[in-house]
């Protein structure tokens, strides 16, 4: 169905350009094939599919057709999606295959860091842009650091330093860790035990899950045992909606505070507010923040029918600043395109002065979020109160850290 | 404190109870299956996707019909059923004399589509269900804190194990089931009507995962994938119960499930890998499985 739907985007294309409509406009940008295609790939069926998904598509077409509005490009806009089904090799053979015979130039959401990585390599081998904004490594702007690829929403660093800090100084400060167990978990655990050490706090021990566990109240029950005084999750999805369902059977949650360390708003709707209510967290985006990201999440709600995840609002913010940025340049070419990325500084509903650093991390501000009470939520979808907003500078890796070979020291 | 194995015999005995839970459940999934190979010689893939979508019913049933948890676990089942009927008649009948492949396959693509179905309506995060106000709160075991829907959980399943176990193993109707199994032909002669039997035994197989659905509800998050995400450490139970043994199936499942929960204390990386590891070793010196005949 949706090989079939790609299918008739290519081949509506390739009627329009036999059609001659030919791109003779004065000034008109030097643009391969005569176009800008941006390729959404993402995960369409699969356990992440509520946080990026069909969701990530639709904020894509948005900032296409708003930026058709605003700028009135004499150049045509395409966009694709496929999914990667969270296999980094279906993930990159995708991409390779947009790139080499599609004419895709940008690729954008790529959601699930082993995927993200291997888009990354490919997108620098073919000299084009990766906006990613759905993984969450930080090894995508430290180790495997590319010129081509921006980290653009958030990362484990500044998922874990949040809650890491306030929780901890909150007089909450021994923690004990319930992990997903492969690459993603083990990195947001040890970026949170940094933090949680730093700022005077001891971390008691872990328990390693295995993915997508179908039952949790063994592993809570450890976690219980140990009288850590935090119990952080480190793990997403499913899997994060399950422990906290079964933290609150166990009655963990009147003991114990939970911290679910990659939690989004598409989770505590799924678990609803009695369940969630008085998590910290920390968040990219919300939707209800102030007027011009109501205005513009409700009208991502008219046409997807849930509130943005943090991952939707940057997919739609990086379409948008990237063909601001190939209007400015009158090219597609990567190169070109982001010297300018680089040098913008990003100001739209998702980002207030963002600017993407050396390492091609995209620095925003963040939010530590705290759940509210179900008495005081005043309609749908209202769901947090924002306790802090965690300046870009505090919430990302420091450059000094970094250890991307890019970075100049 | 006195301890077993480094642990505490508190938290051992804690670990033991939740592993008697989630036996439960694979003993309700697991002798579904047993029953529908048994009689059928149909290897049901659609199993989890059933289970998923007795959840599912008790689901739409609380949000758009206000029926409550108790009437769930009459109607969903039904509804399930219902549903099984539907499948066997107007698919799986035609393939009893075939390979079991051709069985597997459908029932397979069956799940596929019924996954998507529901993916596509309500998304992956999956809804929740709030635990049923009878059983707010927990017993205090003295050495775990056990809450009362676990407790339940455990005494419906083995409630509607044994009384399946009862009805096939000892009565006349499941004489005739029996019979039907082993010479449908013969067994027709006698005036019975066997087609109808073999659908109404798909129809109840499937209904008691749809009975383990609606139950595992108010514990788990209901999602889409829920059923696949246990379906196939199911299977694994009844291969290593024997297939189509149904005291087999309700043994293996509960014991299995208490392994798997110790291996969560002890080694909690290979808990979802411990299953699998039995399975192999069973088959090894049993191929017909722990309590299965050898044909």
């Not at chain 2, 775990?144 to 399943?157: C, D, E, G, Q, T």
Request: proline share 3%; net charge positive; glycine share 10%.
């Amino acid at each position: 169905m949706k090989r079939k739907l790609i299918g008739a985007l290519v081949g509506a294309a390739v009627v329009s350009l036999a059609a001659g409509q030919a791109f003779a406009q004065k000034g008109a940008a030097k643009l391969s094939g005569d176009m800008v295609k941006i390729g959404v790939l993402t995960d369409m069926s699969g356990v992440y599919s509520d946080l990026g998904g069909q969701g990530s598509v639709t904020a894509a077409q948005m900032a296409i057709d708003d930026f058709k509005a605003q700028a009135k490009p004499s150049w045509k806009i395409e966009l694709v999606y496929a999914d990667h089904q969270n296999k980094a090799d279906v993930g990159s053979n995708k991409a390779r295959e947009w790139y080499d015979t599609q004419g895709v130039d940008m690729i954008t959401d790529a959601l699930n860091s082993a995927v993200a990585l291997a888009v990354s390599k490919v997108t620098l081998e073919k000299k084009r842009i990766l906006l990613d904004t759905g993984a969450a490594s930080t090894r995508l702007t430290n180790e495997d650091c590319s010129p081509n690829t921006v980290h653009y929403v958030y990362d484990t660093y500044a998922l874990a330093n949040g809650p890491g800090k306030a929780v901890t100084k909150q007089g909450k400060d021994s923690w004990y860790f319930l992990t997903a167990d492969y690459a993603f978990g083990h990195s947001l655990e040890k970026d949170t035990m940094d933090a949680v050490k730093a700022n005077g706090g001891k971390v008691i021990g872990a328990v390693r899950h295995p993915l997508n566990a179908s039952d949790f109240s063994s592993f809570l029950l450890q976690a219980q045992a140990s009288k850590a005084k935090v119990v952080g999750l480190a793990n997403a999805g499913g899997d994060t909606i399950n422990s906290i369902k079964a933290a609150n059977e166990f009655g963990l949650t009147k003991t114990q505070t939970i911290v679910g360390l990659l939690t989004t708003i598409i989770d505590i709707h799924a678990l609803g507010l009695p369940t969630t209510q008085g998590m910290m967290f920390t968040e990219g985006f919300y939707w209800n923040l102030n007027n011009e990201t109501r205005e513009w999440s409700r009208k991502f709600f008219g046409k997807h029918k849930k509130m943005p995840s943090m991952l939707h609002a940057g997919t739609y913010s990086a379409v948008m600043t990237y063909l601001k940025a190939v209007q400015a340049t009158g090219t597609d070419e990567a190169d070109a395109v982001m010297k300018h990325l680089k040098a913008t500084t990003i100001n739209d509903m998702f980002a207030k002065g963002g600017k993407i650093r050396e390492d091609g991390r995209m620095v925003h501000d963040m939010y530590l979020v705290e759940v509210k009470k179900p008495a005081e939520s005043k309609e749908p979808w209202d769901y947090y109160n924002i306790k802090a907003v965690i300046p870009g500078s505090e919430a990302f890796q420091p450059m000094s850290l970094s250890r991307c070979p890019l970075v100049k020291k | 404190m006195t301890e077993i194995f480094g642990i505490p015999i508190q938290a051992f005995m804690g670990q033991l109870m939740l592993g008697l839970v989630n036996g439960s459940f694979y003993a309700m999934l697991s002798l579904g299956l047993a029953v529908i190979f048994g009689m059928l010689n149909i290897i049901n893939f659609a199993h989890g996707a059933l289970y998923m979508a007795g959840a599912m019913l008790a689901w739409m049933g609380l949000n758009y019909f206000g029926i409550g948890y108790w009437w769930s676990l009459l109607l969903a089942p039904l509804g399930v059923g219902v549903i099984g009927i539907f499948i066997e008649r107007s698919m799986l009948q035609w393939l009893y004399k075939l390979d079991h492949l051709y069985g597997l396959l459908l029932t397979f693509g069956l799940a596929l589509i019924l996954e998507g179905l529901f993916r596509d309506l309500y998304g992956v995060s999956g809804l929740p269900y709030s635990i049923p106000e009878e059983f707010a709160g927990a017993y205090n075991l003295g050495f775990m804190f056990l809450p009362k829907y676990r407790a339940w959980v455990i005494l419906a399943s083995l409630l509607v194990c044994f009384a399946t176990w009862f009805v096939i193993e000892k009565t006349r109707l499941g004489a005739y089931l029996r019979a039907a199994t082993e010479n449908p032909k013969l067994t027709q002669a006698f005036g019975i009507n066997v087609p109808l039997m073999v659908m109404l035994t798909y129809g109840f197989g499937v209904a008691l995962a749809g009975f383990a659905g609606v139950l595992a509800a108010p514990a788990m998050q209901i999602s889409p994938l829920m059923g696949s995400n246990l379906i196939i450490v199911v299977f694994a139970v009844v291969v290593i119960g024997g297939m189509g043994s149904i005291l087999g199936s309700i043994v293996t499942g509960l014991g299995l499930g208490v392994i798997e929960g110790l291996t969560k204390v002890f080694y909690p990386e290979a808990s979802s890998t411990v299953v699998f590891i039995i399975m192999a070793i069973v088959l090894l010196v049993r191929p017909a499985g722990l309590f299965g005949r050898e044909k």
